[in-house]
């Protein structure tokens, strides 16, 4: 019998007519071909991105788990009152943990994070916003975001903009980089 959630590099057996297959489940494995850098110039934006992304990826992953941890939690709670004090506790709470991070990073890194919060989640942070914490909040940081000259609504395109920063994060998810 296989599990409903299966870990990740676990290898399985199936009984089929009496006879025990080892299977494993594999990831995709992607190869790219090496970068050609027409000037010093561009490798050094391109190993300025890769630095960049390797900072702020794991935070963005995070960023996935917790919401994830958050909606199922929310779904158990019946109270709206309860929900929205819950809610604020944990914002709270991941204030005071990744503030000290935040506030370390460059522009170019939060641009980054927001486009791999993007990615991660299928949503841009605007709606995210507005879903945990209403329309009032979400315009209130987007009007922030626009301060800082960026979008919090911007979508994540992997085939047309950010096809570098997708190349890049494939590259860390395979230890190639």
């Known amino acids: 019998m296989e599990p409903k959630k299966k870990p990740f590099h676990t290898t399985y057996a199936v009984i089929e007519k009496g006879d025990t297959i080892p299977m494993a489940y594999l990831t995709s494995a992607f190869v790219f071909p090496k970068e050609m850098f027409s000037s010093e110039r561009q490798e050094k934006y391109y190993w300025k991105l890769v630095n960049d992304i390797k900072k702020v990826y794991p935070l963005s992953r995070v960023i996935y788990a917790t919401l994830l941890e958050t909606m199922d939690y929310l779904e158990t709670i019946p109270d709206e009152k309860v929900r929205q004090r819950h809610l604020r506790q944990m914002e709270k709470d991941l204030v005071k943990e990744y503030e000290p991070t935040l506030r370390k990073m460059t522009y170019s890194q939060g641009k980054i994070l927001l486009k791999l919060i993007n990615r991660e989640c299928n949503s841009s942070p605007y709606e995210l916003i507005k879903a945990y914490r209403g ?4 315009a209130l ?4 975001a626009t301060i800082f000259r960026t979008d919090l609504k911007t979508g994540y395109q ?4 950010d096809v570098m920063i997708e190349r890049i994060v494939k590259q860390i998810e395979q230890g190639q980089l």
Request: aromatic residues 16%.
């Open 135 to 138: 329309g009032f909040s979400a």
């Open 141 to 144: 940081w987007q009007g922030v």
């Open 158 to 161: 992997p085939e047309g903009e």
